[in-house]
């Protein structure tokens, strides 16, 4: 172990979870959220990630047409095994049926528990828009389910079906990913009927559920093959979703039925299904 860590504290006035989306994408250690911001904790220097961070901010602004408040500001300090401080900082997360945790905590007895270790973060349900899809896979997935997961990453909205009894196949475009999402599930015992790296093009295969935390844009690109790949009588959860860009998605999905919607923060879940 190193002598000293550095530590960079990061502070922005507005759109949090974008903001943490870009570290999750970039870091090759965790980070720790806080009520305004982040704590970013590595042996090496951090100046690059700050850098990063700014770059970001600007890029966010053009886009989004608004000013976003961004402070960085990194420390030296003695290294005291800022590893076990981060896991102090881990905190379980109940989501309707669910408990989600790390290895080092224990069981809730009273709720379905779903193991997950941080890897470039504990992000996964603590992120709006997975915790409002554990939500609606709460609500809608029953025993003996098909569910399709279209972009698994963690694989933790794949856990929660099989938790409830469903079968599940996946996929994701990333290969990392995928590795990601075995290991998760090897780590609660489930196994996934068929998971692949790739998308859900062409699939021979028919779902009760079809599950989809993507973001906009690539929702409404895949929305006739999210919709073939759905039962007559199924559901399709689409989230993802700014509010901001609803209406968007809605009219690539303008021949389905709207079930439900879940709001959290500045994000958006669509449960829509056949009519």
């Not at 095994?81 to 290895?103: C, G, N």
């Not at 009927?193 to 009760?208: A, Q, V």
């Not at 935390?213 to 895949?222: S, T």
């Amino acid at each position: 172990m190193q002598e000293h860590y550095y530590e960079l504290t990061v502070k922005v006035s507005s759109h949090h979870s974008l903001f943490s989306d870009f570290l999750s994408d970039t870091l090759p250690v965790g980070f720790e959220e806080t009520e305004d911001g982040f704590i970013i904790r590595s042996e090496d220097d951090l100046e690059t990630i700050a850098w990063g961070l700014e770059q970001f901010r600007e890029a966010l602004q053009k886009a989004l047409g608004v000013t976003i408040e961004l402070e960085t500001t990194q420390k030296k300090l003695q290294n005291n095994d800022w590893v076990q401080m981060y896991r102090d900082s881990i905190e379980p997360l109940a989501i309707e049926k669910f408990y989600i945790h790390p290895t080092w905590s224990e069981d809730n007895p009273d709720l379905i528990n779903i193991v997950i270790d941080p890897a470039l973060a504990f992000g996964t349900g603590h992120h709006p828009t997975t915790a409002s899809v554990l939500k609606a896979i709460s609500k809608y997935v029953k025993a003996d389910d098909s569910v399709l997961d279209v972009g698994c990453g963690s694989g933790i909205l794949s856990l929660a079906a099989m938790k409830l009894g469903a079968s599940v196949d996946a996929c994701d475009t990333d290969g990392v990913s995928v590795k990601n999402s075995l290991e998760n599930a090897q780590l609660n015992n489930l196994t996934f009927d068929k998971i692949w790296e790739g998308s859900c093009t062409n699939l021979e295969k028919k779902y009760d559920v079809v599950v989809a935390n993507i973001v906009a844009d690539v929702l409404i690109f895949l929305a006739n093959d999210l919709k073939k790949a759905l039962k007559d009588d199924g559901i399709l959860i689409l989230s993802g979703i700014l509010d901001k860009y609803e209406d968007k998605v809605l009219k690539s999905y303008s021949d389905c039925e709207i079930v439900d919607k879940i709001y959290q923060d500045e994000w958006v879940s669509l449960v829509v299904k056949k009519r």
